[in-house]
C-alpha cells in the first residue's frame, strides 16, 4: 500500500458575498496516495478549484474555511505557521494555475522568476540557480533556452509560458504538484505538448499530481484515481478504468455518456436535463436528484453520504445498485 | 446553395509610426461549397482564421477578395439593399452567450427586433412567432420579460440561437456554439441545434476547435491551419482516413474519454504554430511537419483528390497514410 | 423619434436595479451627498414657501443687517433678505446646472457615438476637436463666448456647454468602440440593424451608466463655471438671486458685512460637494468593474 501523500477532512469553505457565506466546498474528504495521479473533475462551480487551492491557503480573502484539516505529509496545513507554509509552497508542492498569461510576473525575465524559487527555498547562490534555470526551461521543452531565458514573459507564446511555469514549480522537485486546469487555455495540439510533459516529470521526479479539469478526455489520458464533484460535493471517487467502465454515480454517468456518445454521426447525445443548481438555494436531499433519472423519494429526502461499492470505488448515491 | 471561391480576408496591421504596413492573411484563399440541409465542419486551433472566415461569408467583415455565391447572387457584391434580404436568410450564433445579447434589451425584444427590421407581421402575429420560436428551443413565456443576465449560460444560448432562426433563413453560422458552455449543457444545445437542422431544414456553418463535436455534428469537415484548408472531406471518412499530416496531428492529440486508449499510436508534432505576421514559405506546416522535405520549404502545396470529396493541400497526399490514427 | 425616446428613458430606469440601489444606501458618502443633495433640492422646490420674504423685497431701512432670527443670514446692501435669496437661488444654481449638462451631454454624446461608431476620417476629425477644446482652458473660452453673445443666464448656459462637452465624447467615443467589436453589435448587424438603431438601441443603453455618472460629476463644475461668470458679471442680471452674482454684490462690503458672501459661498460649495459625493458613489455602485463581486 503506498503512503498517504495528502489527505483532506471533512472540508468545508464558504464564499462571503452580500447574501451570507455561500459554501463552495462541503464536508469534501479525499485521499491521495504519493506517486499518483489524482483527478478532480467537475463543472463549472462544482467547487474542484476551490477544493485545490485550499490546500496550499492561496484562497482569495473573500473566503472562508469553516471546519475540515488538511493533512500533507502528516501536517495540518490549516493550522502550520505562515513561514512553515512558505516553507512547504513551492519546494515540497507546487502549483499551476489555469492562465499562463498570468501567472508570470511581466516586469521580470523568464529566466530570473524561475532561478528565485531554488533561491529562496534551497539557498542557493544566484549564478547556480540561473545556468540551473536555462536547464530547468530546455527541459520543460523551452527552444534555445539559453537565450529565451533572458526574454520577458509578454513574448511567450501561451503554451511557452505554461512550459515556463511548470519549469519554475519543479526546479526544487516537489512531491505534489497541484495543477488546475493546466492546458484549458492552449490550443489541443500544445495541450498534447503540456500533458506529455506533465507525464514525463511524474515519471523522472516521482511526483504527485493532483489535476483539476472538466475534460473527460484528460481525466482519462492523465490519471490513475478520479474523483467526480458536483455543487461543492464528491459524488464518486475511483480508479480511473472503474469510473469509465462502470461508473456508479448518475451523475458521472450522464457527463461520461455525453462526451463520449459523441460518435455516431447527428444522432441525438445523451443528455442531462437542467443546469447546475443555484448554490444560494440547493435542492433538498441528493443535490443531483432534480436532474437525475433515478430519484426515489429517499434521494429528495435525504443527503446520500459515501459508500463504499468496490474497495477502490466509493460513490455518494442512494440508488448505486440500480446505476450501475 | 453556397459556393465560396477563392476568399481572402487581410487585415492591415501596422505597428509603430515608421514601419512598413503589413497584412495579416486570416482567410487566404479558401473555396468550398455546402448543399442545403449540411452541415459543414470548419475546424482549426486560434489563428487558423476559421471565426473570420465565418464572418466574411455573412459579410459581417467586408472581404478582401473572392466570390461568395448564395443562392446564385455574389453577397460579396451586394447593394445596402440585397444585403438586408440576404441577412433575412442567414443567422449567426457567437461562442459567449452573454455578450452576444444586448443587456439592456428584454429576451422579447431580442427576438421582436428581426421582425421588426424586415417588416414582418405586428403586435400580436410578431408576439406569436416570438412565443413560437422560444418554444422551439425549449424557453417558455416566462422567459419573455427577462434580462439576459437574469438566465443561465444554456438558456442565453437558446435565446441566441431563437434570434438566428427567428428570420427562417436557409444558413446559420454556429461559431463555437457550444465551447464556453459545460458539459452536461453543451450536450442539451448540441441536441438542440440538430433537432433545428432537421425541422426547418437549415444548413450550417459550424465552426469549432472540438474535433469530437465537429465529427458528431458535421457532415462534411473542413480542417483549417494559419488561414488557410488543410484537408476537406465528408466528416466519417476524415476521422477514418485523414491524409494530412495536420489534420492527423489533430486527431491524435484529442484526449479520448477512454483510459483504455491511453497507450494508442500518436502522431506528434514539435513546436508551437507561426505568427500569422510571419508566415514561412512553401507550405505553411512544414516547420513542424515529420514528414517536411526541402519542396514543402519552397513551394505552397495545391490540392490533391485522394478520393471523392476528399481534398488535401499536401504534396505527398497519395504517399503518406495515417490510418493507424483510429479513434476509438 | 417619440417612440425612441421612450424606449430610452425606459431604458434609463432599468439602471436604476433594487441590488444598486441597496448598495448606493450602504455608501457612506453617497448618502451625505444624497442629503445634502435633497435639502437643496426641497429648497428649490418650496422656495415660495419656506423663503419668509420675496427675493426681490427692498427694504433700504434694513440694510446690512447681521444674521437674527428675522433674518437668518442677514440683509444685503439694499436689504433684501439673504436666506430667501439663497433659498430662491437654489433653483437658478440647479437649474443652470442640470441644463448645462443636457445640453453638453447632447453634443458630446452625439459626437462620441459618432467618432467611435464610424471610425476612419471622421473619427480622427472629431478626435482632434475634442483634444483641441480639451486642451484650452474652458473659462477663458466660455468668457470669450460669452463676450460675444452678450451677458445673460441663457447665453452663460450656451458658453459653459460649449466649452465643456469633450469629457463625454472621450468617454462615449472609448465605451463605443469597445462596444461595436463586440457580439451583440455583430449579431444586431446580422439581424440587418442600421447604424442609426444600432447607435440607439445597442450602444448608447449600454453607455448610459457611464454617461448617468459622468453628468452627476460634471453639474459641480457646471454651477462653478456659471457661478464663476455670474460673478464676473456676465450672467444673471439683477435682482436675480444668482450665487454667483450674490458673491460679486457682495464682495464690496465683504469687511463690514461678510455674511453677504459667505452664505453664498458656502451654498455653491455644498451644491457641488453633494453632486461629488453622489458621482463617485454612484460610480461605485453602478461600474460593475469597481465593484467587488
Known sequence: MPEKILEVQNLKVCYETGRGCVKAVDDVSLTIFEGEAFCLVGETGCGKSTLALSIPRLLPPNSRVLDGRILFKGKDLLRVDDSELQRIRGKEMAIVFQNPMTSLNPAYRVGYQVAEVPVTHLGMSWDKALTSAVNQLSKVGIPDAGIRARDYPHVYSGGMKQRSMIAMMTTCKPSLLIADEPTTALDVTIQAQILKLLH????????????????????????????????????????????????LHPYTRGLIECVASRRGSKARLNQIPGSLPNPLNLPSGCRFHPRCPYTTYLCMKEEPTMTEATSNHSVACHNYKAVG | MLTVRNLRKYFRFKRGLLSTVQYIRAVDDVSFSVDRGVTLGVVGES??????????????????????????????????????????????????????????????????????????????????????????????????????????????????????????????????????????????????????????????????????????????????????????????????????PYTATLLSSIPLPDPKLKTRKRMEVVGEPPSLLNLPKGCRFHQRCPYATDKCRLEEPGFTRVGDDHLVACHYAHELSFEGFTLW | ?????????????????????????????????????????????????????????????????????????????????????????????????????????????????????????????????????????????????????????????????????????????????????????????????????????????????????????????????????????????????????????????????PWNSIFPGVFITLTALSFNLLGDALRDVLDPKLRLR
Open chain 1, 200 to 247: 514525463s516529470l511524474r515519471v523522472e521526479y516521482g511526483l504527485t499530481l493532483l489535476l483539476i479539469t472538466h475534460n473527460f478526455g484528460i481525466v482519462a489520458e492523465v490519471c490513475d484515481r478520479v474523483g467526480v464533484m458536483y455543487s461543492g460535493k464528491i459524488v464518486e471517487v475511483g480508479e480511473v478504468t472503474e469510473i469509465f467502465d462502470n461508473p
Open chain 2, 47 to 244: 489563428g487558423s482564421g476559421k471565426t473570420t472566415l465565418g464572418l466574411t461569408v455573412l459579410r459581417l467583415l467586408e472581404p478582401t477578395s473572392g466570390e461568395i455565391v448564395f443562392n446564385g447572387v455574389d453577397v460579396a457584391k451586394l447593394s445596402k439593399k440585397g444585403l438586408k434580404s440576404f441577412r433575412r436568410s442567414t443567422g449567426i450564433v457567437f461562442q459567449d452567450p452573454y455578450s452576444s445579447l444586448n443587456p439592456r434589451m428584454r429576451v422579447k425584444e431580442i427576438l421582436e427586433r428581426p421582425l421588426k427590421i424586415h417588416g414582418i407581421g405586428s403586435g400580436e402575429a410578431s408576439l406569436d412567432s416570438v412565443s413560437g420560436v422560444l418554444e422551439d428551443v425549449g424557453l417558455g413565456e416566462e422567459h419573455l420579460m427577462r434580462y439576459p443576465h437574469e438566465l443561465s449560460g444554456g438558456q442565453q444560448q437558446r435565446v441566441a440561437i431563437a434570434r438566428a432562426i427567428i428570420l427562417k433563413p436557409q444558413l446559420v453560422v454556429l461559431d463555437e456554439p457550444t465551447s464556453s458552455l459545460d458539459v452536461s449543457v453543451q450536450a442539451q444545445i448540441l441536441n438542440l441545434l440538430l433537432d433545428l437542422q432537421y425541422r426547418y431544414v437549415l444548413t450550417y456553418i459550424f465552426i469549432t476547435h472540438d474535433l469530437l463535436t465537429a465529427r458528431h455534428v458535421s457532415d462534411v469537415i473542413m480542417v483549417m491551419y494559419l488561414g488557410k484548408v488543410v484537408e476537406l472531406s465528408r466528416a466519417h471518412e476524415l476521422f477514418l482516413n485523414p491524409r494530412h
Open chain 3, 1 to 257: 423619434m417619440t417612440r425612441l425616446l421612450e424606449d430610452l428613458r425606459k431604458k434609463a430606469y432599468s439602471v436604476y436595479r433594487s441590488e444598486e440601489v441597496k448598495l448606493l444606501i450602504r455608501h457612506r458618502r453617497g448618502v451625505v451627498g444624497l442629503a445634502l443633495l435633497t435639502i437643496i433640492v426641497f429648497m428649490a422646490l418650496t422656495a415660495d414657501l419656506i423663503a419668509p420674504r420675496r427675493f426681490d423685497e427692498v427694504d433700504t431701512a434694513l440694510r446690512l443687517q447681521p444674521p437674527s432670527l428675522k433674518h437668518l443670514f442677514g440683509t444685503d446692501h439694499l436689504g433684501r433678505d439673504v436666506f430667501s435669496r439663497i433659498v430662491y437661488g437654489a433653483r437658478i444654481a440647479l437649474w443652470v446646472g442640470i441644463l448645462v449638462v443636457l445640453v453638453e451631454a447632447g453634443i458630446g454624446v452625439t459626437l462620441g457615438l459618432i467618432s467611435g461608431y464610424y471610425s476612419g476620417f471622421l473619427d480622427k476629425v472629431i478626435s482632434a476637436f475634442t483634444d483641441m477644446l480639451w486642451a484650452f482652458p474652458p473659462i477663458i473660452l466660455a468668457l470669450a463666448i460669452v463676450t460675444i453673445l452678450g451677458p445673460g443666464l441663457t447665453n452663460v448656459v450656451i458658453a459653459v456647454a460649449v466649452v465643456s462637452w469633450a469629457p463625454y465624447a472621450r468617454i462615449v467615443r472609448a465605451k463605443t468602440q469597445s462596444l461595436v467589436s463586440r457580439e451583440f453589435v455583430m449579431a444586431a448587424r446580422a439581424i440587418g440593424e442600421s447604424d442609426l438603431s444600432i447607435m440607439f438601441r445597442y450602444i448608447l443603453p449600454n453607455t448610459l451608466v457611464s454617461i448617468i455618472v459622468l453628468a452627476t460629476l460634471t453639474i459641480p463644475s457646471a454651477i462653478l463655471y456659471t457661478t464663476a461668470l455670474s460673478f464676473l458679471g456676465f450672467g444673471a442680471q439683477p435682482p436675480t438671486p444668482d450665487w454667483g452674482a450674490m458673491l460679486n454684490e457682495g464682495k464690496d462690503y465683504i469687511f463690514g458685512a
